[in-house]
């Protein structure tokens, strides 16, 4: 009988026996019906039993009476009884929530002994979700009694406590529980810090479960519990108010800034040893982390107790533990949560150094959620200082302690040793030694007498490249801007800063005087007159004769500029594109590698889902920013026709060029014809390049696979019409070529750069680099080595495709010395 199994199975042999046997005894009829139930489900399983579901549904709704009729003492006893009897057999889960709900909320007099009876049973059931819902139904009855009732039941609410963050459950029901449990528990003993609250074996949480052993107070543990109630990205006004009274009441301060330091710099924890860090990784999984999903709650809570309470180094910390929990390649699983956390809090600190080590991270950080949160917390940063987010951006450029030349110079063992820019893209370090050589590698006696101070400048010189590095893709992104300077704020925070100027100091400038003229200026020359405004110098508002002129002088004076810019292309709407009115193919319909494809719109900083085999997969959509955030370009992509490549694809095709302005906090589409000339021509720029590079179209390759779908289009494609960037190379070979030690070989011809050998002459396509020989236009196939160029010939900017025609034109010319019999075959069959 099941009332015989439910007294036996209750008995756990400690002082709430009595009570589950009173209240089993108490219901005997529930218990009786309950086991009717059951009976009567059994004989009900299949189609054929009618009058047994009827009869079950009868069952059912005598239950349902009687529980609402009845009073306290029997509805605490059916509650018990209910709780008791929740079971898996070999029919059903029997679980009773729904009994149980009403008859907590409605009777009264719950005693702590069958509150203790209940919070037990709670903690038995094996599944996360069956014990989470009872528990918040035991906690309704167990808020109904008085402090001494709390008090009895602590043990009981503390083994809760234990179980609900040794479990998985969803996070913000365990986050309801948990303050429900602790305000319990805090209203039974104030200094109690639950079990659990504070991870004992997270190396972060050491400083934390230190004080709390050795120095446990009523404030200690009001703080703890405070941090752990911030379950949002941002802690309200209210919330940041009382964290502050708090830390001050426990003397906390210090104590924050030492586990702010250990979650930033401390060891990991491994999931070998400590388990998988969250629900949906198995332990078997071998990987490190910082902190355990259950504990997100405390860290989060002491990355805004550290930005408020204002330690000298909480800056540097956020910063690194940004990083760490958000960057790649950090040697720990990424955590967005707490990551984003840090670079909020950053946002709120008002130090001048967070605009510093958000901009920083800005350069570090690649995932996509996190650089919308960097792009916020600048604003935020940015109003906190009255500033707009450009200037806060120019402001916050590092400059490393370098000299306004960009050099710093130490002495170590009798050894001059140089930290310096070299270049829009170099940074070195070099050993002078007393005699006055110099070397790029460290003297035994620097390394041996010097390693602290040698790390230090090894690590001086990485800092400097990334920030060379974030700068330069900073101010070329300025050519689409438009944007304008106060003449004395341009020369403090670009000419004269240690790493932009550098830069800055290679590109054309337009400034504005009283008359309202702009005029431009040559790369390190100074403004003629009283400048009054500054703008960067582009090439799509001057006229043909200025453009060519800036070209040539360029060439002549061998200057060569961080990015192109007096040789960059051009872009403005075609006749086409003013039919279409919404959108361009102007690149549309082109065959390219796909993967390539992809991490080419993340080095250019375009935002892209990846195209697959999934729902959603088949509709690309690259986007990325221009004008300072105001104007989005949408450009369409997809898996090319029959391609089965598996789950990612080979190749994919490229489809419409679309723009969108941002409406608040919204993107709105807009005419071709409403985009601003800078914004269109830039964003155009960044496809060109992208179809360019990527097109099969520019595969050497691609004719040793022989007949297949894409054929056709590497035909046409390979040595087609010129795209403007393709142009512009055809415009920079026609300044270079006379300065070549081989011009009297070589001939510009159309599409083609013509190169007459002693075994033939050869035809290189402008746009791809491929090669055809006369007479019959025969292919040669000469595949590029992964080396850079050689440097034979000056370029004033850098691009690979001009420099592997100019590498191919010198291979050529010199045919008779070529030693690869691969090519040798080819020219000889081509002749």
Same mark, same amino acid.
């Given at each position: ?142 808020? @109904? ?680 075959? @080819? ?5």
């Amino acid at each position: 009988m099941l009332y015989d199994a439910l007294v036996a199975e209750s008995r756990r042999n400690d002082s709430l026996d009595d009570v589950r046997s009173a209240a089993l005894h108490r219901v005997r009829w529930l218990v009786d019906l309950l086991e009717r139930q059951r009976t009567e489900l059994r004989r009900s399983m299949g189609n054929v039993h009618r009058r047994f579901r009827a009869e079950g549904a009868a069952t059912r709704a005598e239950i349902d009476g009687r529980l609402a009729a009845c009073v306290d003492e029997e509805g605490r006893a059916a509650v018990l009884c209910l709780m008791l009897a929740a079971c898996f057999d070999d029919t059903r889960l029997w679980q009773y929530h729904t009994e149980i709900g009403p008859l907590i909320s409605r009777v009264r007099g719950w005693t702590p002994d069958e509150v203790a009876v209940m919070l037990r049973r709670a903690t038995e059931y094996d599944m996360g979700s069956w014990f989470a819902r009872s528990l918040g139904l035991v906690l309704n009855a167990a808020e @109904q009694l008085g402090a001494d009732g709390r008090r009895a039941v602590m043990p009981w609410l503390r083994h809760a406590h234990a179980n609900l963050m040794a479990i998985t459950v969803e996070a913000r029901l365990r986050a309801s529980l948990a303050q429900r449990l602790r305000a319990l528990l805090a209203s039974a003993d104030e200094a109690y810090i639950p079990e659990g609250l504070i991870p004992a074996d997270a190396p972060w949480a050491a400083p934390l479960c230190d004080r709390a052993k050795t120095s446990p107070t009523p404030e200690l543990a009001g703080f703890v519990r405070h941090l752990v109630s911030l379950s949002g990205p941002r802690p309200s006004q209210r919330w940041r108010r009382r964290c502050l009274e708090l830390a001050d009441a426990a003397s906390a301060r210090d104590l924050v800034a030492d586990v702010l330091r250990a979650l930033a710099g401390g060891d990991p924890l491994c999931s070998r040893g400590s388990g998988a860090h969250t629900g949906w990784l198995h332990d078997g999984y071998h990987y490190h982390y910082v902190v355990h999903q259950n504990d997100g709650d405390l860290a989060r809570g002491i990355v805004w107790a550290a930005a408020l309470t204002g330690d000298p180094t909480v800056v540097q910390h956020l910063a690194a533990l940004a990083l760490r929990s958000g960057g790649l390649g950090t040697g720990v699983i990424a955590d967005l949560k707490l990551a984003g956390a840090a670079i909020n809090a950053l946002a709120e600190t008002g130090d001048p150094a967070s605009l510093e080590a958000l901009w920083r991270l800005q350069t570090q950080v690649k995932h996509r959620a996190l650089r919308k949160q960097l792009g916020t917390a600048l604003v935020t940063a940015a109003g906190k200082q009255g500033i707009t987010a450009g200037q806060l951006i120019e402001r916050s450029v590092p400059d490393h302690g370098l000299a306004p030349d960009g050099r710093l110079e130490r002495e170590l063992g009798g050894y001059r040793v140089r930290v310096a820019i070299e270049g829009a893209a170099t940074v070195r370090l070099t050993f002078t030694r007393p005699d006055g050589g110099t070397s790029r590698t460290a003297p035994a006696a620097v390394k041996d007498g010097f390693p602290d101070e040698l790390q230090e400048l090894k690590t001086l010189a990485k800092k400097v490249r990334g920030t060379l590095s974030g700068e330069r893709a900073r101010i070329e992104a300025l050519m689409s801007a438009g944007r304008e300077w106060p003449y004395d704020e341009w020369c403090r925070y670009y000419r004269d800063h240690p790493v932009t100027g550098v830069l800055v100091r290679g590109l054309i400038w337009e400034f504005q005087e009283a008359d309202g003229e702009w005029r431009a200026v040559a790369p390190m020359a100074e403004p003629p007159g009283r400048a009054e405004r500054v703008r960067l110098w582009h090439p799509i508002r001057a006229s043909t004769d200025d453009i060519s002129t800036w070209r040539e002088r360029l060439v002549a004076e061998r200057l060569r500029q961080p990015f192109k810019q007096a040789f960059r292309e051009i872009y403005v709407l075609t006749p086409a594109e003013e039919e279409t009115a919404v959108y361009s193919n102007r690149f549309a319909a082109h065959i390219v590698h796909y993967r390539q494809l992809y991490a080419l719109f993340k080095e250019r900083g375009w935002q892209a889902n990846f195209l697959g085999r999934y729902d959603g997969g088949y509709d690309g959509k690259a986007r990325a920013e221009f004008g300072d955030g105001e104007w989005r370009a949408c450009f369409h992509h997809e898996p090319a026709a029959d391609d089965d490549g598996g789950y990612a694809p080979e190749h994919a095709a490229t489809d419409q060029v679309r723009f969108e302005r941002r409406d608040g906090r919204r993107w709105r589409e807009v005419p071709l014809a409403e985009v601003p000339p800078l914004v269109f021509s830039e964003a155009m720029r960044d496809v060109d390049l992208f179809v360019g590079v990527t097109s099969i179209a520019a595969d050497p390759d691609w004719t040793d696979r022989g007949e297949d779908r894409y054929a056709g289009y590497w035909r046409t494609a390979t040595f087609g019409a010129l795209t403007a960037s393709a142009e512009v190379r055809r415009e920079a070979l026609e300044r270079i070529l006379p300065r070549l030690k081989i011009a009297g070989r070589c001939t510009l011809d159309g599409r083609f750069l013509l190169v007459r050998g002693d075994l033939g002459t050869y035809k290189i396509h402008l746009g791809s680099a491929n090669i055809l020989m006369e007479p019959d236009d025969a292919y040669l196939c000469i595949v590029p080595s992964r080396g850079k160029g050689d440097g034979t010939a000056f370029l004033p900017f850098e691009d690979d495709r001009l420099s592997l025609i100019l590498s191919k034109a010198f291979l050529l010319a010199a045919d008779t010395k070529i030693t690869d019999e691969s090519i040798l075959t @080819q020219i000889k069959r081509g002749a």
